[in-house]
């Protein structure tokens, strides 16, 4: 079954940092590939990538590119993530479709494990570099590969 999901994918020299931060996984813990890592902005759930894409791009044309930075390490059962120093509230509220029940936490997931609290605490002072994010992309997921839909453009604003 396709699910799809908004997203920030990693740049090459974000996702290039961190993987030079990582540390070797254990053998309990199943890395998750570097072509996997973004930042879930919302998830869908099987959808019609026609409608959510016109539906994402009006809901979201008005937004902010976002400065973002991925900083310290951290997990919830089964999951070890990095976290993401940024305020990606705004968007997370105007590109889903039902809040969820759990407060939003942006993160980008590393590694997959069957007990929770396993996480790197060598990564808790991890500091990545900042960039900006100027496209929300629309990803399909389905049997573990993850297609590009679509983007949709933010507001970059001007630097002085």
């Not at 590119?65 to 968007?91: K, N, Q, S």
């Not at 936490?105 to 069957?114: A, D, E, M, S």
Request: hydrophobic fraction near 35%.
């Amino acid at each position: 079954m396709t699910r799809y999901f908004a997203a920030f994918p990693l740049p090459g020299e974000v996702a290039d940092h961190l993987a030079a931060a990582l540390p070797p996984f254990p053998p309990q813990v199943r890395p998750e590939p570097r072509h996997h890592w973004h930042i879930t902005v919302a998830y869908y759930g099987p959808d019609d990538p026609a409608v959510r894409l016109p539906w994402l791009t009006e809901r979201l044309a008005d937004h902010p590119a976002p400065r973002i930075r991925l900083r310290g390490v951290g997990g919830f059962p089964g999951v070890t993530w990095m976290g993401v120093d940024a305020d990606l509230d705004a968007l997370n509220d105007a590109a889903v479709v039902e809040k969820e029940s759990r407060p939003y936490l942006p993160h980008v997931t590393i590694g997959r494990q069957p007990r929770p609290g396993e996480w790197y605490p060598d990564l808790a002072d991890y500091t990545g570099p900042e960039w900006i994010a100027p496209e929300v992309v629309l990803y399909s997921s389905e049997q573990g590969r993850y297609t590009r839909v679509g983007g949709v453009r933010l507001r970059v604003e001007p630097t002085c």
